[in-house]
């Protein structure tokens, strides 16, 4: 037994001059241990301990007064004779003195003389020990339900010293539950937890440092000084290896405490343990200290440690193995050389059976063998592989995650997996989620050699049930007509066969692709009659204002554009911007026969509309066409910068860190981790980090973009600690700024914010925009004296800075002072393509009647 | 970090807590509620199976009638996660001797509330081998020497296993017969397009083995694959044998495999576990021998009326034999009434699963059976959409047969005492997702 007083700091008095032996210890022990070692704390102490020491003090009374010492020795069959014998305990003086405590404490823990409560009660304080243990596994099996059993605590707790190792693993479980609620009669159990930390069996060890560091409340952490030094330092690896977890448990609990026993230096010592499990568990919690207090450099990898783990990776079970590749992956090899001994090592386990040291393996590997030369990078890239692909015919869960994460590392390297397309076919019984990740993989992988297989393959999958699949596989085939010129013929005959399915929404999505494909590839033109024919079939915004816009951008080439144009025109919403686009367009090409359309159409989107955007958008065309019609036809009817791509990508900055978190979450979602951990650690701070950071990014990529938001910046002076965002709306009006929610929901970007806010071109832009705007005036000049496409734009980026334009125009205080939003905005807005659906073609939209203008 | 599990729940369909623990206190109790409010009562369902929900994420796997939620709050390694869940449930099967489900878990809870101490620390996986953890945790509870005297042998060996070098096996095994079975599962993925051109077609292979030796042997396989003999032949500089080579895609092995040695000499070499465990597993993509051709044609006839006619071939040896052969024929839903005519074995319509379902018990080789059908269809509401077929299913298993032409070459086993040891090898060929559109 030990003396605990001296270490806890607080009952010290008694603890001097005879040491306490805890009293909860006396209840077990007047069961477990001779009587010479029962031991009762006399009474004039108990009022000198610390009151947690009295309340430890009152279960053994009530038991005592229960229970004869003798019925625990003698066998069943004696039992009921002895029940009878006089209980010496009750001559106990301590006994009488306590008697009122003992009511008060029995009456706190009253509960109803009947029902289930009682009769776990009733069990588990029965003499017999099989009712004990059946009485705890149905305590247990109540609260598993969600049933609030803590009232029986005091009665659960008596049962904790036991030899019987269930019904301990039993108790223990029931502790944790509820010793938060319960903190002062946790310490009842202390004892208990410190003998069995020196029990003989290395499993009951190994389970109390288990268990007391899942007990989280403060003063058993005081308690845990002793045990846990002594663990650490167990002959048996696997007590050690559990120590190792539980110095985790409390540094997350109490680090100072952690840090003062030097807790952590074990900790880095115990790489060097000769058994790999003890290893991995030590990276483990050294990893989890140091990602909560960087400051600690609790994780350091030395050459030393470098090799010890090497040595660990090959011998320890395969969670030892994800845990130890983890690491190497954070670590940045010294040199060329370092870097390729890593790669050597590590590449071996491309073949484990286990799907998560693979993905952990890939992921060291493709960090590392960044840093070696040309032969071997490429060599390792041809290693990586048939693994990815194994990888695919795991169980479905973590077939998606390798997907997630093979998208991340094609976008980084495109040609690792071009001749493994077919291992991307889907299966007719895959999950939704799967069918959808592969198609997207499929086409990152669509090259012009397997392009017609693909073809096939997706126009398969446009003719399945599934109506989102069917959606995903028509857009698979626009976004390969345009990613593959060669196979942009097939993939319009494909189309053609699908709109001939006339399944409603196959068409509606194929007549979007179509779109795409016309800004894109000229000389498609002879399909526009098929299309036509399916108007009346269009019922989803999206579709139909892709019609309007081929039928607006081919007016002189279709006979009865005018009554087609007119038709939408009754209906007209949601695709009303189009439809005025399209009109005017139609005018400028065939003026004899439009004259009276765009006049009504003018009037109804001058008079009668609400959307400030359309009234401004309809003045503009207005004058334009009542000035000079020349002007106009240059502004309008210019030519339209090719489109690159429409398949989605990852900004560069935002790719290389994911690369880093490959097989964790952040891959799966293909975010920052910042952007979905708890909100505990989301701050302003990080967003604003995240900001200027993408900032610099546009800088390098997007001169002109970089020196709005410059100008911008420059002009107004962020306060520390304010969202940057607020920038993206500065208010003129006085009217709420639209980014008044801080930090914006995800799925929101500014710029809706922006197109939603009525503001009028007539404000005039005052101080701090002034710069800005005449920024974009000298944008807007120059793109216009290049005959409308931006010339600087770069081919990647063409979205984005459109976008920008387009909103200058929209609303000009506002389109000069646009700040590249934080990263969550930039990745919902930017990949216009696929990441939504419905905003993105809409987007799209808009950027086609901004070219139009000018 | 590999997982850091915040809590673990097991639910039922309808969303009841079967067993939950909490392994760290940053998530609430709350968390399955928010599971089930915008998850299960959601169409959220199935689309996915990582979603976040305020700052936690969950990550899901139904596994028959129950529902196996992670709840985590940091930047955890998700595939890490769902191998675990994987990894849990083969041992809990183990355990339970094969069901695992709502029932199996509501009479083994303080079974599983007991390997989930043990199997997870602190959200950290720790072993989850089934032969080690059974040393210690058995059905019965093992009896703590806590009162009796600390010579206790038993139990501090087993500890020593859990986290010994050589982790998987136990020392001082004794067999009276030294013996070694190997079986040789390779299952045949097929996507055949309607005209019979092969789309996609690759076999996964695995090797069982069963173990009952004794000692601590070393055990090396040979395999008639490309890069071993190469390796082979290298090393003994002596020609490569004339034969059938096969090229392995990609292979993976069971922990107890030197990896790196796989990786430098290309041999497989390892201290096996005692008993049945999975050896490698692999995959071809090449040369594969397809056991059947199946030839369909459906013909439409009107709006009522279907005809089906398949022909299924076998193009193994004359002298082997399928086993269970099941060709499933996907048919309409509103199909009403079927008429069969088959050359060989059995043929119904199932209307649970809407197919015509073609069971042929032997099949032999080199054969081809036909099976022609009429199918009448209730004429239904003008249905818009025409019907989309599914694929032609079909299962099949064909012992001593393998689609890859894959071979044992050798096995050798190595102990110091020197014993004998008798090795079976045994062969099957099953059907993975052998699928032909129609």
Not at chain 1, 124 to 146: C, D, N, P, W
Not at chain 1, 445 to 463: P, R
Not at chain 1, 470 to 486: H, L, N, P, T
Not at chain 1, 825 to 833: C, R, S, V
Request: aromatic share 8%; net charge neutral.
């Amino acid at each position: 037994m030990t003396d605990l007083g001296a270490t806890s700091g607080c009952g010290v008095v008694c603890a001097r001059e005879a040491p306490p032996k805890f009293p909860s210890m006396c209840i077990t022990s007047d069961r477990q241990l001779p009587p010479s070692k029962r031991c009762f704390a006399p009474p004039a102490l108990l009022h000198i301990l610390h009151p947690s020491y009295r309340w430890c003090a009152l279960p053994l009374l009530l038991d005592g007064r229960r229970k004869h010492p003798a019925t625990h020795q003698a066998d069943e069959g004696q039992r009921a004779a002895a029940l009878h014998l006089p209980h010496p305990s009750k001559q106990s003086p301590c006994t009488h003195a306590h008697m009122s405590a003992v009511q008060r404490i029995r009456g706190a823990f009253a509960v109803p003389r009947k029902g289930e409560t009682y009769e776990l009660r009733a069990g588990l304080v029965s003499q017999y020990a099989y009712e004990r243990k059946e009485a705890i596994q149905r305590t247990i099996q109540s609260m598993t339900l969600g049933k609030d059993v803590s009232a029986l605590f005091p009665d659960v707790l008596k049962n904790i010293a036991t030899a019987d190792l269930d019904q301990k693993k039993l108790v223990y479980l029931y502790l944790m539950n509820y010793a938060k609620s319960h903190p002062d009669l946790c310490i009842l159990a202390v004892n208990t937890f410190v003998q069995d930390s020196e029990d003989p069996n290395p499993l009951v060890r190994a389970l109390a440092i288990r268990t007391m560091g899942c007990i989280r409340v403060d003063k058993m952490v005081d308690y845990m000084e002793d045990p846990l030094r002594k663990t650490l330092k167990d002959e048996s690896p696997y007590v050690r290896k559990t120590a190792a977890i539980c110095v985790a448990k409390l540094f997350d609990l109490n680090p100072s405490m952690c840090l003062e026993n030097g807790f952590l230096e074990t900790l880095q010592e115990m790489i060097g343990d000769s058994n790999p499990m003890v290893v991995a568990n030590s990276v483990s919690a050294l990893a989890e200290i140091m990602e909560a207090a960087p400051e600690t450099n609790a994780l350091q990898v030395t050459p030393q440690t470098l090799k010890k783990m090497l040595m660990a990776l090959n011998e320890c079970t395969e969670w030892g193995r994800i845990t130890i590749l983890e690491c190497l992956a954070d670590y940045t090899g010294a040199d060329v050389k370092e870097s390729e001994h890593i790669c050597e090592r590590v590449a071996p386990q491309f073949q484990h059976a286990n799907p998560s040291v693979v993905l952990s393996a890939v992921k060291v590997v493709f960090l590392h063998m960044r840093n070696v030369g040309g032969d071997l990078y490429r060599s390792y890239l041809k290693k990586m592989a048939p693994p990815l692909v194994t990888l695919v015919s795991s169980q479905p869960e973590v077939q998606y995650v390798a997907l997630r994460n093979i998208d991340l590392l094609l976008q980084k390297n495109p040609d690792i997996l071009t001749k493994e397309m077919r291992v991307f076919f889907c299966k007719y019984n895959d999950p939704p989620y799967l069918k959808l990740q592969k198609v997207e993989i499929m086409v990152r992988i669509a090259n012009d050699k397997n392009v017609e297989q693909l073809l096939a393959e997706l126009k398969e999958y446009a003719m399945e049930v599934d109506m989102d699949f069917c959606r995903r596989a028509v857009k698979a085939i626009g976004q390969v007509a345009i990613k593959i010129e060669s196979a942009t013929e097939k993939c319009v005959n494909v189309l053609l066969d699908l709109i001939a399915s006339k399944v409603h929404y196959v068409v509606q999505e194929a007549i979007v692709v179509m779109k795409d494909i016309f800004r894109k590839y000229p000389g498609y033109e002879g399909v526009i009659p098929t299309l036509c024919q399916c108007i009346d079939e269009l019922d989803e915004p999206n579709a139909r204002a892709a019609l309007i816009w081929i039928v607006g951008e081919y007016a002189e080439k279709i006979s009865n554009a005018g009554d087609i144009l007119a038709g939408f025109v009754e209906g007209f919403n949601e695709e009303f911007t189009q439809i005025l686009t399209a009109v005017v367009k139609l005018f400028l090409k065939r003026p004899d026969q439009s004259q009276g359309l765009v006049q009504k159409v003018l009037q109804a989107a001058t008079a009668e509309n609400d959307n400030p955007d359309i009234r401004d958008r309809a003045y503009i065309y207005w004058r334009l066409l009542s000035s000079d019609p020349g002007v106009t036809r240059s502004i309008v009817l210019s030519e339209r910068p090719p489109i690159a791509t429409t398949i989605s990508t990852l900004k560069p900055g935002l790719l290389d860190e994911l690369v880093t978190e490959l097989s964790t979450l952040a891959s799966v979602y293909h975010k920052p981790p910042n952007m979905f951990l708890g909100q505990g650690r989301f701050d302003a701070d990080a967003v604003q980090r995240a900001a200027i950071e993408e900032q610099q990014q546009n800088a390098r990529e997007n001169p002109i973009a970089a020196a709005a938001a410059a100008a911008a910046v420059s002009g107004a002076a962020v306060p520390p600690g304010n969202n940057i965002e607020n920038l993206l709306d500065i208010d003129f009006d006085g009217a709420a700024p639209a980014s008044a929610q801080n930090p914006p929901s995800a799925g929101m970007s500014g710029l809706e914010g922006m197109a939603g806010t009525p503001q009028r071109v007539e404000s005039p832009a005052p101080g701090q925009a002034q710069g800005a705007a005449n920024e974009l005036a000298d944008i807007f000049g120059s793109s216009n004296g290049a005959a409308g496409g931006a010339p600087t734009m770069q081919p990647q980026q063409p979205n984005l800075m459109n976008d920008d334009l387009m909103n200058g125009f929209a609303s000009l205080n506002v389109g000069g002072a646009r700040q590249p939003p934080p990263v969550a905005q930039q990745l919902e807005q930017d990949p216009w393509g696929s990441s939504n659906g419905q905003g993105s073609s809409s987007a799209n939209k808009k950027e086609d009647s901004l070219l139009d203008l000018m | 970090m590999p997982v850091a599990a915040s809590a673990i729940y097991f639910l039922n369909l309808r969303g009841d807590v079967l067993i939950n623990r909490l392994y760290r206190d940053d998530v609430g109790g709350n968390m399955v509620d928010a599971f089930r409010m915008h998850i299960m009562q959601t169409k959220e369902l199935g689309t996915c199976p990582v979603r976040q929900i305020g700052g936690c994420s969950f990550f899901y796997m139904r596994i028959s009638n129950v529902y196996i939620v992670i709840v985590v709050s940091s930047n955890a390694n998700v595939a890490c996660a769902f191998k675990f869940v994987v990894e849990a449930v083969a041992l809990f099967k183990s355990y339970f001797g094969g069901a695992f489900d709502e029932d199996a878990i509501r009479n083994n809870f303080v079974l599983i509330y007991e390997l989930l101490d043990e199997i997870m620390d602190f959200g950290y996986p720790q072993n989850l081998s089934p032969e080690i953890l059974k040393l210690y945790i058995t059905q019965e509870g093992v009896r703590s020497p806590f009162s009796s005297k600390p010579t206790d042998k038993p139990v501090p060996n087993a500890t020593l296993q859990v986290t010994g070098a050589v982790g998987w096996r136990r020392e001082g095994l004794v067999y009276k017969k030294n013996e070694v079975f190997l079986d040789i599962v390779e299952s045949v993925n097929l996507l055949m397009s309607s005209k019979g051109s092969v789309l996609r077609c690759d076999v996964t292979g695995k090797i069982l083995m069963k173990c009952f030796l004794s000692g601590m042997p070393d055990l090396k396989l040979g395999l008639n694959d490309k890069i071993g003999l190469e390796k082979e032949s290298q090393l003994k500089s002596r020609p490569t044998k004339s034969g059938k080579t096969i090229e392995l895609d990609d292979v993976t092995f069971h922990q107890c495999v030197n990896l790196t040695r796989f990786n430098s000499e290309k041999t497989v070499s390892f201290v096996p576990p005692d008993g049945e465990f999975e050896l490698m597993k692999y995959r071809i993509t090449e040369g594969v021998n397809l056991p059947f051709r199946v030839l369909p044609t459906i013909k439409e006839l009107g709006r009522t009326r279907m005809e089906v006619n398949v022909k299924v071939k076998s193009v193994f040896g004359a002298k082997m034999f399928a086993l269970g052969v099941v060709i499933k024929i996907p048919v309409p839903k509103q199909t009403a009434k079927t008429s069969f005519q088959v050359t060989s074995g059995r043929a119904k319509y199932n209307a649970a699963i809407d197919c015509l379902v073609w069971k042929i018990r032997k099949f032999p080789g080199q054969t081809e059976p036909t099976m022609s059908a009429e199918v009448e269809l209730i004429s239904t509401m003008a249905e818009k959409k025409s019907w989309t077929r599914p694929p032609i299913q079909m299962e099949f298993q064909v012992p001593m047969f393998t689609a890859s032409g894959l071979r044992v070459r050798f096995l050798k086993v190595w102990e110091k005492s020197g014993y004998n040891t008798v090795e079976w090898v045994r062969y099957i060929t099953k059907a993975g997702s052998y699928e032909i559109r129609c």
